[in-house]
Each structure stands twice: as structure tokens, then as C-alpha cells.
């Protein structure tokens, strides 16, 4: 009868080993899900966050960029229609020059194209990026002060209708175009820009703002 009991309770206490051991593998089991569900949750409530972020930051450019072209388009086509230039093109140079009015050039000077100046009275000495000989690369220029957008635009205007001191005939190709695709073209034939893409970039913002509805 002792070994009965003996064996009985040996044998009860291996239950109770057995069961709490499987409890204790519950639990780790369920903390271990736990804090992977967790972690996804949180993982998915930061991927939402950033791209309500990146959605909410996309939203304010175009908002920016909106109203810098709304700001400069009435101008740009008062301005072009004695010139023989197409406002869609003026209003893309500026633009893509500009970064939309945000660069330093235009927002401290209101020199919405580059346009370079020798006068240093009316001229400050900046770094930009030229494209030479198939690269780009850090060069320091003199560039042009305005009083207003208004007088940036205007000449902009004059420097294709006059051309450069060394070729009044310089844009004779620009002037003549009667489409903006022709004339982005004709703007890199005739040496206004380096850059080798700079048509293509101006098509791409004329469609993608419909910038042509100025041209009417």
C-alpha cells in the first residue's frame, strides 16, 4: 500500500510539473504573439503616419507651386505678347529656375531666370551649377538685381528680342517658333541654356500645369 501511494503521488506530481510546464509554454507563447502583433501595429501605424506625412507635404508643394505660377501667369502673358514669346514657356523657365520662387536668386532679388549682371551695383555674386563638358559643376556668377517679379519677367522678355551683346540676332530661332514644344527646343539650339535636358523639363511642367492655356 506505501509504494501505491508512493507511485500515486509521484504520479501527481508529474501532473502538476506537466501542466504548469504547458501553462508556462502558453504564456510564453502568447506573450511572444503579443508582442509580435504589437510590433506590426505599430509598424503599420508608422508606415500610415509617414505617408499621411509625405501625402499632407506632396499637397503643400503643389499648393505652393500653384499659386507662384497663379502669382506670375497673368504677368508673363501681358508682358510676352509684344515680345513673340509664349507665356507657358516664360512661366516654366521661371519655374524650373526658381524652384517655384523658393530659390535665394529670387526670393531675395526677384531674378526669376539667372539672368546674369556685370554692374555691381545692381548685381550680386552667387554659386550655381553650370553643365560643362558633360558634367555638372559648382561655378560662382554675377547675377542681376530686380526691383519685382514683374521686372525679372520684363527682362527676360528683352533679352530674347535684343539677343547678347555679342549677337543681337542670338534667339532668332526662339522668336520664331509658334509652339512651346519648338520653343523649348529652340532655346537650347540657340545657347540659352547648358543644360541638355532643359526642353524636355519644360515641356514636362507646361503639360503637367497647363501652362498653355496662357498661350490663348
Not at 504564456?27 to 503599420?44: D, K, P, T
Not at 514657356?89 to 520662387?101: D, F, H, K, V, W
Not at 559648382?138 to 514683374?150: G, L, W
Request: charged share 25%; net charge positive.
Amino acid at each position: 500500500m506505501a509504494k501505491k501511494r508512493k507511485k500515486h503521488r509521484i504520479s501527481k506530481s508529474m501532473g502538476i510539473i506537466l501542466r504548469t510546464f504547458l501553462i508556462l509554454v502558453v504564456l510564453l507563447v502568447a506573450f511572444v504573439c503579443f508582442r509580435y502583433y504589437r510590433r506590426q501595429v505599430l509598424q503599420s501605424q508608422q508606415i500610415r503616419q509617414e505617408q499621411v506625412q509625405k501625402q499632407q507635404e506632396q499637397a503643400r508643394l503643389l499648393r505652393q507651386r500653384k499659386a507662384f505660377i497663379k502669382k506670375i501667369g497673368p504677368i508673363a502673358k501681358e508682358v510676352d505678347k509684344s515680345y513673340d514669346l509664349l507665356p507657358s514657356i516664360t512661366i516654366a523657365q521661371a519655374c524650373l529656375e526658381s524652384n517655384y520662387g523658393q530659390s535665394d536668386l529670387s526670393q531675395k532679388y526677384n531674378n526669376l531666370f539667372g539672368i546674369k549682371g556685370t554692374n555691381p551695383n545692381t548685381s550680386v555674386v552667387l554659386v550655381t551649377k553650370e553643365y560643362v563638358k558633360g558634367k555638372w559643376v559648382n561655378v560662382k556668377a554675377r547675377f542681376q538685381i530686380y526691383d519685382s517679379c514683374e521686372a525679372s519677367i520684363r527682362a527676360h522678355a528683352r533679352l530674347f528680342q535684343n539677343g547678347t551683346t555679342w549677337n543681337h540676332k542670338q534667339y532668332k530661332h526662339v522668336l520664331a517658333a509658334k509652339n512651346y514644344k519648338q520653343q523649348a527646343k529652340e532655346l537650347v539650339t540657340d545657347g540659352y541654356a547648358t543644360d541638355p535636358n532643359y526642353a524636355a523639363k519644360l515641356v514636362s511642367l507646361i503639360e503637367q500645369y497647363n501652362l498653355q492655356k496662357y498661350d490663348k
